[in-house]
């Protein structure tokens, strides 16, 4: 999930470089709580299990159904993992079907933060990665523009 103010931050600029505005869009977390482990006293957030994602993902999926979207935007594996078994880095920038709706999947900021921090010499190629599949992003959506589609 998007929790940190700094990894939005990384996705809104994104969104408003390609052209998006934000106010268009729906955004939801594939898990709706953040979870943690405490370790000596210490809380830190962690990948959530299978069960918090099983017992999201009825949530999740009644949101796609109800807001009926024309496209989405999977930001990471754990939301990938919800549809589609395989991990980002095996099918980025590469159209899929979510419930019937085409989507791309690409990095989640976090993970892009994550690089920066821990495997920086991977950091850039990572960041490339995630612009480029925001380009593809924009060329499917193209074809929608000076349409009522988002009215």
Do not use: Q
């Amino acid at each position: 999930p998007l929790s940190g103010t700094e990894a939005y931050n990384i996705l809104e600029k994104t969104l408003k470089f390609y052209g998006f505005n934000i106010d268009e869009l729906f955004f939801i977390n594939a898990v709706n709580c953040c979870p943690t482990t405490n370790i000596s006293g210490t809380t830190f957030t962690r990948i959530p299990n299978l069960k918090e994602k099983n017992n999201c993902k009825i949530f999740l999926d009644y949101a796609i159904e109800i807001i009926n979207p024309v496209f989405i935007i999977v930001l990471g594996n754990i939301a990938l993992n919800n549809y589609i078994e395989t991990p980002v880095s095996n099918i980025h920038g590469k159209l899929i079907n979510i419930k019937g709706i085409p989507a791309i999947a690409t990095y989640n900021p976090e993970y892009l933060l994550w690089c920066k921090k821990e495997v920086p010499e991977k950091y850039e190629y990572e960041k490339e990665i995630f612009l480029l599949d925001f380009e593809k992003i924009k060329e499917y959506l193209s074809k929608y523009k000076d349409t009522n589609i988002f009215l």
